[in-house]
């Protein structure tokens, strides 16, 4: 079975200042890596996905995430956060097919 | 853009009472899922649908739980007799393909029973 864990459930940061959601995952097979936003009353909206090939993926809003399977990792990372960026962020993984599989999420609380 | 469309929004219902969970999926897509994210915890698989049959369910899916495609374009979720631990938002999902490359996710359906 597969699990995610995400190791921050807030992280605070300043507007501009660069920002890394952590999120590490289990399974025991190849799995799709993805990342998922959520605003303020409202649904969840991909951000980005790794299904296969370059371990650099990059998403909407300026994310991007890199797979890294020695670590078992799929870090989200952006250079300069922004106001509206301020959400709660969600990593999944699932295996080919199969249902997502969800971490608790991270809010993410941008400061001017 | 085409999007996955829930209704109601927010519902409110007695213990014991029937709810229906509405979803429009996106048109071309043939692989449909029910999630839930109780208050304060994580998202959870509830159910996949494909070809008008369930493909998976998860051990919360229980007997309580029933899920149909009436028609063409409706994908509704049952709760036979609410249980105040049902409350929850109820997320409706849609994929075009079968390995689930992208997963989109409606606005949600807030339940609350009391």
């Known amino acids: 079975a597969q699990s995610v864990t995400q190791l921050d459930s807030q992280v605070p940061v300043f507007e501009e200042a660069p920002v890394e959601l952590r999120c590490n995952y289990s399974?025991?097979?190849?799995?799709?890596l993805f990342w998922y936003v959520q605003y303020p009353n409202q649904g969840l909206q991909l951000l980005l996905k790794?299904?296969?090939?370059?371990?650099l993926v990059k998403g909407i809003n300026g994310f991007e995430a890199e797979f890294n399977k020695s670590q078992t990792s799929f870090h989200l990372r952006k250079p300069s956060v922004h106001i509206s960026d301020t959400a709660e962020y969600f990593c999944?993984?699932?295996?080919?097919?199969?249902?997502?599989?969800f971490g608790a999420g991270t809010i993410l609380r941008v400061k001017s | 853009e085409p999007e996955v469309t829930q209704t109601p929004s927010h519902q409110v219902t007695q213990m014991g009472q029937e709810v229906i969970l509405r979803c429009v999926p996106i048109?071309?897509?043939?692989?449909f899922y029910w999630y839930r994210q109780i208050l304060g915890q994580k998202v959870e698989f509830l159910v996949s649908?494909?070809?008008?049959?369930?493909?998976?369910k998860s051990e919360i899916f229980d007997d309580q739980f029933s899920v149909e495609r009436p028609d063409g374009s409706n994908f509704t979720l049952k709760i036979r007799s609410t249980k105040l631990e049902d409350s929850a938002m109820y997320f409706c999902?849609?994929?075009?393909?079968?390995?689930?490359?992208?997963?989109?996710f409606g606005q949600g359906t807030r339940l609350t029973v009391v």
């Open positions: 048109s071309n897509h043939l692989y």
């Open positions: 790794y299904l296969s090939g370059s371990t």
């Open positions: 999902a849609s994929s075009e393909d079968s390995l689930n490359t992208e997963a989109f």
């Open positions: 399974s025991s097979v190849s799995v799709y």
């Open positions: 649908f494909y070809n008008n049959e369930i493909s998976e």
């Open positions: 999944a993984v699932s295996r080919r097919g199969n249902k997502l599989v």
